[in-house]
């Protein structure tokens, strides 16, 4: 599926990169793993955007958490 379809754009799910792998680490305390569930979390975020653009932080977490 197409980002623009759901009216985000891939630079706005970029930008998020950093605290994506920060959270991901923080939540598994495990570099190596967090790293994977940083990967599967991206999978998720191309495959299925979040409808809107309207804070990102907190879709990223939910989909983080439920990894």
Known sequence: MDPHDHGIRPDELVS??????A??????R?????????QDTWASALER???HGR???AWFARVLRRR
């Open 55 to 57: 804070n990102l932080r």
């Open 49 to 51: 955007p979040p409808s």
């Open 23 to 28: 959270l991901a680490r923080s939540l598994v």
């Open 30 to 38: 495990d570099a190596d793993e967090g790293d994977d569930v940083a």
């Open 16 to 21: 998020q990169l950093g605290w994506v792998r």
